[in-house]
């Protein structure tokens, strides 16, 4: 019998900030492996009882295409958008952007830092794995303020 190769996938997406700083975006990336979605961000509040590094997140939102809460004492939440996606199999670009989140993100280097304006942010760090991969010419829009943050 034939193996099945591994697929890999990588989804980035944005939705705006919070209510009053929605003129600004929030990003995040799914990556998927083995059929498994694993959502990747930073949320600017240490949560016990999930799974994070510092602030950098996985999984706390349980829905990976789900944006966050338009206020933060809101039950509604903002539509997301997707900007970019890769896929592919073992070797792929793809599968080293899977495998560089997966085990670089507990060392992300501003992962016990965060601030709003000008950085390190969510957007700081969605460009630090984008820095990491300067082929796949993937670019945050202009309002993703923290994104060269340094």
């Known amino acids: 019998m034939k193996k099945i190769p591994e697929k890999y996938e990588v989804y980035f997406y944005i939705c705006p900030a919070h209510i009053p700083f929605h003129f600004a975006v929030h990003p995040w990336i799914v990556t998927v492996k083995n059929g498994i979605s694993t959502r990747w961000e930073i949320i600017h ?8 590094f ?11 295409t789900q944006g966050i809460k338009k206020k933060l004492t ?16 073992q070797k792929s670009q ?30 700081t760090y969605i460009g630090w794995i984008l820095k990491e991969f ?14 060269n943050f340094k």
């Not at 510092?54 to 990976?64: A, Q």
């Not at 670089?104 to 000008?118: L, M, V």
């Not at 796949?136 to 303020?145: G, M, R, S, T, V």
């Open 45 to 52: 509040r240490k949560y016990d009882g999930k799974e994070r």
């Open 54 to 64: 510092g602030y950098v997140y996985k999984n706390f939102y349980t829905n990976p």
């Open 74 to 89: 809101s039950s509604d939440y903002w539509d997301a958008t997707l900007i970019a996606s890769l896929s592919g199999y």
């Open 94 to 123: 793809a599968q080293r952007i899977v495998d560089f989140i997966e085990y670089q993100s507990p060392h992300y280097p501003y992962k016990d830092i965060y601030k709003f304006f000008p950085g390190p942010n969510s957007n």
């Open 134 to 147: 300067p082929t796949i010419e993937i670019k945050l829009p202009w309002n993703a303020f923290g994104k």
